[in-house]
């Protein structure tokens, strides 16, 4: 796979005077200056590894594997992945798309690669319509159409082919044994498996999860899978290129085209993918500078609720404050208003992210907040197209990692096959995603007006996924985190940043802090994580909780701090909402 590359982008970052902040390079231009609220007294010696934080431990050792024998942090990217597509089907695999950030230890180079799925070549703008009208959503879902062209394997191959220090035929083991031998069913998969209806019991996946006598697979059972095996085996003899053309290729389409409403997806698109080197984006926060990917990635409306806060004396309360709580809450209305309006494939909309961060627009936006009575209406940032209304319904199945190796460079990616097993269809041992229902199933509004995601050829669809990296003000790696959860990323995200960066807590107490999202005029909550003081005092200021209806968070990262002890070390965590690890041997 070749794709066009962007500038490499250095984070050097000087403070040169109060206030000031140089970025050298970061995509999207020079970040707005920002006050200086603490600068350390003692410079931290440079992060190393190895650190990794995952959703599944043997997806941590199959990284760690890769990192013990002298790997780099994207060839443990590639062998963590392998695992978790195996072992965490649920959510992510070769059959679907991510988001990865990378830091250049040696050079100072932070950088960001997409590896979102595209659309065929042959859809229309009603891609999900039928007789006129939109499908119902998992109609859709279990449909041929669904299946945009996987992206990750030839992200994951671009960004090795760069920053790649071992062999890409060798990071491909500990996947290969585990499907030929058999994994142990996890709690978390079983429960997806024992679903009653939707993706789990499709036809592939009941002859998949399905044991001889009948009976499905459930926790503690070995589940093996000796076409996974295949492929990875062809892929580690074949690099990259082998999955885009012949048998998995072929698979894969062929998959696609079955009924019911088989999808126009070719092997001809399939060969057309190309992965895309974008650059990154950064903004400094408080002493920080947080990094995301740019567009079609919803970064940047992580760096717009941040800036934000930034102007929100309450945010900086505490985690035990309602109004702290409170004005996340209103914060978030704002940017989930401007994001679903204005973000989209660059490469078919202009999105305005520079209109979005833009000092003034920020500050009119946050002074809304105390205000807001219900659902935030889009505002119209510099460099702002007026678009259509939004709808876009992002569903749940995707996966966080971070990985740090002994060199200090650094790896932040979100993958996804989008919902829970993806389409539901299998090919070459893996599900296949369904990241086409990302795309907003209508694709104008009533007066005509397009909406920003918008179905077309080639397209990619918006993404909520943001995995994030955040330096020092001298471009110092700090720490590295994400999450899954469809829309709710950005929710997660922040709160994490924010009681990391804001509140000082330690990463697996920060991961473990009551999830809150507010996007329209609804508020949903891990209402039992709340105590009884703040949801009265939430409810007082008309924010009532509800169970949140989306995909549960599965943060996962690390911050390198000094500990109790006077060392310096990684403070990682894995959300206990999942079954993650943290390991730094």
Not at 289 to 295: A, E, R
Not at 334 to 355: E, H, I, S, T
Not at 495 to 517: R, S, T, Y
Not at 539 to 547: D, F, Y
Request: charged share 20%.
């Amino acid at each position: 796979m070749t794709a066009s590359k962007p500038r490499r982008h250095a984070l050097m970052i000087t403070l040169a005077a109060l206030g000031g902040l140089v970025l050298s390079g970061c995509a999207q231009g020079i970040a707005e200056p920002a006050p200086i609220v603490e600068v350390p007294a003692e410079r931290a010696p440079p992060a190393r590894g190895p650190f990794i934080s995952a959703a599944n431990p043997h997806a941590v050792e199959a990284g760690m594997r890769v990192l013990r024998d002298g790997g780099s942090a994207v060839d443990a990217a590639v062998a963590i992945q392998a695992v978790l597509g195996l072992v965490e089907p649920q959510s992510s695999g070769l059959g679907g798309g991510a988001f990865m950030m990378v830091f250049d230890a040696a050079t100072g180079e932070v950088t960001s690669y997409d590896g979102r799925e595209t659309a065929p070549s042959a859809v229309t703008p009603e891609l999900f319509y039928e007789n006129g009208r939109p499908l119902p959503f998992m109609d859709a879902v279990l449909s041929g159409r669904s299946t945009g062209v996987p992206g990750v394997v030839a992200m994951l191959g671009m960004a090795h082919a760069e920053h790649g220090k071992l062999a890409w035929r060798d990071l491909f083991t500990d996947a290969g044994q585990l499907a030929r031998d058999g994994f142990v069913v996890s709690p978390r998969l079983a429960g997806m498996i024992a679903m009653s209806r939707g993706q789990a019991r499709s036809p592939w996946a009941n002859d998949y999860f399905t044991k001889p006598d009948g009976s499905r697979y459930v926790a503690g059972d070995t589940l093996r899978n000796p076409a996974y095996a295949e492929t990875v085996a062809q892929l580690a003899a074949g690099g990259p290129q082998a999955f885009y053309s012949g048998r998995i290729a072929n698979e894969i389409a062929g998959t696609v085209a079955e009924r019911p409403r088989p999808g126009t997806l070719t092997t001809a698109d399939i060969a057309a993918y190309r992965p895309v080197e974008r650059g990154a984006l950064c903004r400094p926060y408080r002493i920080y500078v947080v990094c995301v990917p740019p567009p079609p990635s919803s970064g940047v409306a992580v760096l717009q609720l941040l800036a934000m806060a930034g102007q929100t004396p309450d945010i900086q309360a505490g985690p035990d404050s309602v109004a702290a709580w409170t004005a996340f809450a209103q914060l978030q209305r704002l940017m989930y208003a401007d994001r679903d309006r204005y973000v989209g494939d660059p490469g078919f909309v202009g999105v305005p992210v520079q209109g979005l961060l833009d000092a003034d627009y920020v500050t009119s936006r946050a002074a809304l907040a105390p205000g807001l009575t219900g659902a935030a209406e889009p505002g119209m940032p510099p460099g702002g197209a007026f678009r259509g209304a939004d709808a876009t319904n992002e569903p749940a199945g995707t996966s966080h990692f971070v990985v740090v190796d002994a060199r200090g460079n650094a790896v932040s990616m979100t993958t996804t096959v989008e919902s829970v097993f993806g389409s539901g269809r299998m090919a070459a041992g893996f599900f296949l995603n369904n990241q086409l229902t990302d795309f907003s199933f209508n694709p104008t509004r009533d007066d005509g007006a397009p909406a920003a995601n918008a179905v077309a050829p080639g397209k990619r669809p918006r993404s909520s996924m943001s995995p994030v990296l955040i330096f020092d003000r001298d471009g110092g790696l700090v720490g590295a985190m994400g999450s899954p959860g469809g829309p709710s990323i950005l929710a997660y995200n922040a709160k994490a940043l924010i009681a990391v960066l804001d509140w000082g807590m330690p990463v697996g107490e920060a991961f473990a802090l009551p999830n809150l999202v507010a996007r329209g005029d609804g508020f949903g909550a891990d209402t039992d994580r709340f105590s009884e003081t703040l949801r009265e005092g939430l409810a007082a200021n008309g924010i009532a909780l509800r169970p949140n209806a989306s995909e549960n968070s599965g943060l996962h990262g690390g911050v390198w701090r000094r500990g109790a002890n006077g060392q310096w070390g990684w403070d990682g965590a894995a959300d206990d909402r999942r079954e993650g690890v943290a390991r730094t041997r």
